[in-house]
C-alpha cells in the first residue's frame, strides 16, 4: 500500500492481526501469536512510518501497554465511548469485546442490516445488530479449537486432532470420530444459536449473517444460513472505526 493513513490492531487471546489502511482500503495483514507480540516485533513492522494513527482492540489488556508505546499515537482504542457510527442498547457497554464491535461497525457498513456476526475464533461470538443500526447483545460459546483440546487434555485415550472437513459421519478410526463429532458437531451448535436468534430479531427483512475468524470457512463454508465469510472482517471495523474518528 503506498499511502496509509492507519496502523490497525486487533489482539485477540490466540493472534495479533495488523494491517496498514487508508480510508478507503485495508492492506496486507500480518499474523502473530499474542504470546509473541513484543515492543520489537512492532517497530520492526511500522519502520519508519511515523505519521499515521493508531486504531486498536484488544481483549488481553496486558498488552495494551506495548501498543501504546511502540505505535504512532495517540491510540484510538475501540470501546462504547468512541464514535463507532452505531447506536448501542445494552445495559453495561463497558463490558462488550472491542473486537465485537467492530464486528458490529463492519457488518453494517459493508454488508447491511439487520445482521449477525459470528467470529470464530478461541471463543466463538454472536453478535446482533437491529435494522435501524443499534447493536443488540450477543452469544458467547466454546470456540472450535477450545472444545477439541478440552477432549485431548481430559481423557486419557483420546488424540490432538488437526481439523479439516471430515470424508464421513461415521468415523473408522478415533480420529476420524473426534474430526466429524467436531466440524458437524460444531456446526450444529452454530446453525441452531442462528436460528433461537432469528426468532428473536425484531425485522420482516432479510437478515444478513456474515462469518469471520480462524474457523469460518471451515464451519460456515458449507453452512447455507451464513450469507458471506469475511476474513478481514474486523480490520475492516477498525478501518472505518478510524475514518469516523480521524477523517480527512
Sequence with gaps: MRMAD??????????????????????????????????????QLIGNKTSLHTVAASVVPAKNALIQKNLPGPVCWVSHKISLGIGIDYPKPESIGADRLANA??????????AIVVDFGTAVTFDI??????????????????????????????PRITLSEPHRAIGRSTKEAMKSGAVHGYRGLVTEILRQILREIPTKRRTHIVA???????????????????????LEGLRLIGCLNFPR
Design 6 to 43: 492507519f496502523v490497525l490492531v486487533d489482539i485477540s487471546n490466540s493472534f495479533t492481526k495488523i494491517a496498514f489502511a487508508s480510508h478507503h482500503r485495508l492492506g496486507r495483514v500480518h499474523r502473530l501469536p499474542t504470546k509473541d507480540l513484543s515492543g520489537t516485533a512492532l517497530r
Design 105 to 114: 461497525v463492519a457488518v453494517s457498513t459493508l454488508h447491511g442490516t439487520p
Design 129 to 158: 445488530v437491529s435494522e435501524d443500526g443499534v447493536y443488540l447483545g450477543g452469544v458467547i460459546a466454546p470456540g472450535l479449537g477450545a472444545m477439541t483440546d478440552y477432549l485431548h487434555k481430559r481423557t486419557a485415550l483420546l
Design 212 to 234: 469471520t475468524g480462524g474457523d469460518a470457512q471451515l464451519i460456515a463454508g458449507r453452512t447455507e444460513i451464513f450469507s458471506a465469510i469475511s476474513p478481514t472482517l474486523t
